[in-house]
């Protein structure tokens, strides 16, 4: 154990502290944290520990989700810069101005979304459960913020709903292309394609399986493939290889690699833990109408 990490766990301790990595974090702080898992799982996880501050390594709207779920904690996030492009391509102003133009369709937020944005929601959703969520919903119209393709991916099995989407996109998905991927099959024909519902139609159709990257890792754990090609955030491939030995995983293209996700280092998150900052907060008011998106949300039956 080097110097920067034994510092790092007596900190966790001094300040009763939890450290939180998302899927798509490096590997080094993957392999530090106390719970790894995806945006809304580590959030909810947070909220269930006796620990009075949460280290967020992942980007911004996951520490805010932390935030609304656990207002009586610390919410750290050590790169305030670590933001999400997908998040910040809706506004709420921009999100009324669409709930003007269609009163009365309810709105279904993908958790890749600031706390103000879900307050001004009906419902949120993550990628694992976003069918569900959209299933659950008396109304055959749906306002559905921001990403584009989650939604378009979704519509595909509610044929006897309507959907209005908001134009959003995550860069780092969306950069993976048909050839790349097309490519990647034919150097290995013998494995399956999974990938993210956040990449473009035209690839998810060339999926054997889309899904979460909590579902990628099911997915890969139970299948009887040996071999994968992956079609999401370089990160992910950390412990799918750690948990599969046996199975092989191939990235589906070199641009799946998220700039946001890769800037945390052990360095920030040791300085976060030494000044007990950048604090990430929501107020009160937005919280509580975040809150409530969410809370409906965890009130859909799973399985
Ligand atoms: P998950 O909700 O699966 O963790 O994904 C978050 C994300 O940013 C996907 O690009
Ligand atoms: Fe946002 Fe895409 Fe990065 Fe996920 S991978 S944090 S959706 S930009």
Known sequence: ??????????????????????????????EIADITGDSL????????????VIVFCGVHFMAES???LSPDKKVLLPRPDAGCPMADMVTPEGLEELKRRHPGVPVVTYVNSSAEVKAHSDICCTSANALKVVKSLPEEELIFVPDRNLGRYVARFVPEKRFIFWEGYCPTHERMTVEAVLRKKAEH???LFICHPECAPEVTA???HACSTSGMYNYCRTSPAKKFIIG???GILYKLRLENPDKEFILA??????????????????????TLSPVVSVPEDIRLRARQALDRMLAVPRD
């Open 189 to 191: 024909p013998d494995a």
């Open 41 to 52: 799982a580590l959030s909810m996880e947070a909220a269930k520990t006796d620990a009075e």
């Open 206 to 208: 060339l999926a054997d």
């Open 232 to 234: 999401t955030e370089a």
């Open 66 to 68: 932390a935030a609304i």
């Open 1 to 30: 154990m080097n110097d920067t990490v034994k510092e790092i766990k007596n900190l966790l301790k001094q300040h009763k502290a939890v450290l939180l990595a998302h899927n798509y974090m490096r590997d080094e702080v993957q």
């Open 253 to 274: 293209s070199p641009a799946l690699l998220c700039p946001n996700m890769k800037l945390t280092s052990l360095e920030d998150v040791l300085h976060a833990l030494q």
